[in-house]
């Protein structure tokens, strides 16, 4: 079975500074897709980003980035320049390709943002 | 456009007890999903559906069931409540054509004592 890893359970971050979250995934499959979700308080969950597999191209949307080493099996999430608004919990998660109905999620980050 | 609704928003069970939870969408999407959410946890699949009459189990289906009549319900029922079963219950449902594009509901917290 699959397994997702978020081993910070709450990081913080100064507004407009950098912050890194990192996760590791475990799998035996070649091919499937990686995402970072967002939950703010209001608890919808928010796709944040996307990375399929087997692109070997690190997938970026606007300030958030991720950096997906799939040897490793770690696949952190970038956010620059830091807003008040991005404060929230992170969850990473996992999908296969032969199943998109089965969506693997990690213990998530609880991002906190300092004026 | 309401995207996905879910009630109650709140409920408290006592062991033994039944209760069905009620998501709603009004987006013509074909997939549904119920996921849990215990604390410091992430979402855990519990069952989905693929289309109305056609439903699946996912990591954690024991203690409940659904069904989907129509494209837009898909209730979740517990039966025999337990304390194992005090979590946050959130709804989704998605396109087609959009495997990842999920829409959450608002989420309903159940807490069994």
């Known amino acids: 079975a699959q397994t997702v890893t978020q081993s910070q359970p709450e990081m913080s971050v100064q507004e407009a500074e950098t912050v890194t979250l990192s996760c590791t995934y475990d799998t035996s499959e070649s091919d499937y897709y990686l995402f970072w979700y967002k939950q703010p308080p209001s608890r919808q969950m928010i796709l944040v980003i996307r990375?399929?597999?087997?692109?070997?191209q690190n997938a970026t949307e606007n300030r958030f980035s991720v950096n997906f080493q799939k040897a490793a099996k770690s696949f952190s999430l970038k956010i620059s320049d830091s807003q008040l608004g991005d404060a929230a919990m992170y969850f990473c998660a996992y999908r296969s390709e032969y199943n998109f109905n089965k969506f693997y999620f990690g213990s998530g980050t609880k991002l906190n943002v300092k004026p | 456009n309401a995207g996905v609704t879910q009630t109650p928003k709140f409920r408290i069970l006592k062991i033994g007890q039944s209760m069905t939870l009620q998501c709603a969408q009004d987006m013509n999407h074909n997939y549904m999903y119920w996921y849990r959410q215990d604390p410091g946890m992430g979402l855990k699949l519990i069952y989905y559906?693929?289309?109305?009459?056609?439903?699946d189990k996912g990591e954690v289906p024991n203690g409940y069931n659904v069904s989907r009549s129509t494209t837009e319900d898909f209730p979740l029922r517990l039966e025999l409540a337990a304390p194992s079963q005090t979590s946050v219950y959130f709804c989704?449902?998605?396109?087609?054509?959009?495997?990842?594009?999920?829409?959450f509901g608002p989420g309903t917290r159940l807490t069994v004592l």
């Open positions: 989704a449902s998605k396109a087609g054509g959009s495997p990842d594009t999920q829409y």
């Open positions: 990375q399929e597999a087997y692109k070997q």
């Open positions: 559906s693929v289309g109305a009459g056609i439903t």
